[in-house]
């Protein structure tokens, strides 16, 4: 149940400033007395309006959401591609730390929570300042190891890799919107960093070395991750593997099924469409657990 009514939130729009400057777009949901704040961090080439309507709810529940672009995506992409120069790591060095310093400031003094969907579960690792978060929530997060993909997807993804994504570069020098690959425009770095780690079975835990400085093995809040039954890129394995890289932390990984959600389709994307409202409530029940343990009825 909500407990705040929808005319008690307040939505606003506004540029972020990432570690090193560049803007990003921003939006939050607040509500009037927020118990808490939500970092919601997208899926790659996901603009973040994709999450809106998720966010909103989190906001009705009671906490401080804010939602995001990535620099080089969507709102937060450059006029012109072609040669713009970010990839992984600075949305995990630059964008995600500001982001979560930024959702901080929209409830003072009380918990942070993050909420990545895929690639957006992959950057806590890399934040300075990720030991002020009290849990982090996934949904659909795996590594990208083609290997790890249910094998119906396996020709897509190596096609992707080696085929359409080759010839956008050659032509572009990034990956364009739609087409085959469906997303928004990504950055060329960002397809050439991704397309490396996906062909290890260890994914980015298999290039440290060229990461630097790090700490997913120190990150201690919880982790509760939930994918879906017709994900075919995010399979129990990936998520599993994925979950590995962050061993300090007590983790939990719940594998659902759209039907159990009411929803005839989830796959990787669909969790944050109205379709799939009945899954909505988990994480924020789940933040709600870890504010009042007594709170939680069921995962």
């Not at 992409?77 to 995990?92: H, K, S």
């Not at 009290?134 to 249910?150: I, K, L, Q």
């Not at 997913?216 to 994900?231: E, L």
């Not at 932390?249 to 659902?256: F, I, M, S, V």
Request: hydrophobic share 40%.
């Amino acid at each position: 149940m909500h407990n705040l009514a929808m005319d008690m939130i307040h939505e606003s729009e506004f540029e972020l400033p990432a570690r090193d400057g560049y803007p990003l777009s921003a939006k939050v949901f607040l509500p009037e007395a927020p118990k808490a704040a939500v970092l919601i961090s997208s899926g790659t080439g996901f603009p973040k309006e994709l999450y809106a309507r998720f966010a909103r709810y989190g906001a009705e529940r009671g906490y401080a959401t804010l939602i995001y672009d990535y620099r080089g995506i969507a709102g937060s992409a450059p006029e012109e591609m072609d040669g713009f120069d970010a990839d992984i790591l600075d949305w995990g060095r630059q964008d995600f730390p500001a982001a979560l310093d930024a959702a901080a400031g929209f409830a003072p003094g009380k918990p942070l929570f993050t909420l990545g969907h895929s690639v957006g579960g992959h950057l806590l690792g890399l934040a300075d300042n990720i030991d002020r978060v009290a849990a982090h929530g996934f949904v659909t997060v795996g590594t990208g190891y083609y290997g790890a993909h249910h094998w119906s997807y396996t020709p897509n993804a190596l096609f992707f890799w080696w085929g359409y994504g080759p010839a956008c570069l050659a032509l572009k020098n990034y990956i364009p919107a739609g087409g085959l690959w469906g997303g928004t425009a990504l950055p060329r770095a960002v397809f050439e960093q991704w397309r490396r780690w996906s062909q290890r079975p260890d994914y980015f835990a298999a290039f440290y070395d060229e990461i630097g400085e790090h700490v997913y093995d120190k990150i201690s809040a919880p982790i509760r991750s939930w994918t879906f039954s017709d994900d075919r890129l995010c399979t129990q394995r990936a998520a599993d593997d994925l979950l590995r890289a962050y061993s300090a932390a007590p983790r939990e990984h719940l594998r659902l099924s759209p039907r159990e959600l009411g929803a005839k389709r989830i796959d990787h994307h669909g969790a944050f469409s109205r379709s799939a409202k009945g899954f909505w409530e988990k994480p924020f029940n789940w933040f709600d657990a870890v504010l009042d343990p007594s709170s939680e009825s069921a995962p």
